[in-house]
């Protein structure tokens, strides 16, 4: 699940190694513990979310419900006071826009660090 908050931008599953927990994870330095003061988190550079925590289930059920209950503006991209975030966000606005009329067009995502997929050749 992602999680975007005006302060954080958050993806949560399962914890692989204990289904009571859930595993928090960011891509950027401190979204987790705007969210979770008390988190311990852990930093890694050998998968895509850079830091991650796991937290018990019910605490990020309590958290993230808080979050809701404190929802104070009337239009979400103008509550983010961060402009790298609003503008990245604004992107991701932007895309679910254009997939919901239906006129997202498809095409080739790259991630740093991984090689392109080759291509495919041509018919005969």
Same mark, same amino acid.
Not at 50 to 67: D, M
């Given at each position: 699940?992602?999680?975007?908050?005006?302060?954080?931008?958050?993806?949560?599953?399962?914890?692989?190694?204990?289904?009571?927990?859930?595993?928090?994870?960011?891509?950027?330095?401190?979204?987790?513990?705007?969210?979770?003061?008390?988190?311990?988190?852990?930093?890694?550079?050998? *998968?895509?979310?850079?830091?991650?925590?796991?937290?018990?289930? *019910?605490?990020?059920?309590?958290?993230?419900?808080?979050?809701?209950?404190?929802?104070?503006?009337?239009?979400?991209?103008? *509550?983010?006071?961060?402009?790298?975030?609003?503008?990245?966000?604004?992107?991701?606005?932007?895309?679910?826009?254009?997939?919901?009329?239906?006129?997202?067009?498809?095409?080739?995502?790259?991630?740093?660090?991984?090689?392109?997929?080759?291509?495919?050749?041509?018919?005969?």
């Amino acid at each position: 699940m992602w999680v975007m908050m005006n302060d954080s931008f958050l993806s949560i599953v399962q914890d692989q190694k204990d289904p009571r927990m859930l595993m928090v994870r960011a891509r950027k330095a401190g979204d987790i513990r705007t969210v979770f003061p008390d988190a311990s988190v852990a930093e890694t550079t050998a *998968s895509d979310y850079r830091y991650r925590a796991s937290i018990r289930r *019910s605490r990020v059920v309590e958290r993230i419900a808080a979050r809701l209950q404190n929802v104070d503006y009337p239009n979400f991209k103008d *509550s983010v006071e961060d402009e790298e975030r609003h503008d990245a966000y604004l992107e991701v606005w932007q895309t679910m826009m254009l997939w919901g009329n239906g006129v997202l067009k498809r095409r080739p995502v790259f991630l740093p660090g991984r090689k392109a997929p080759a291509k495919k050749a041509a018919p005969r």
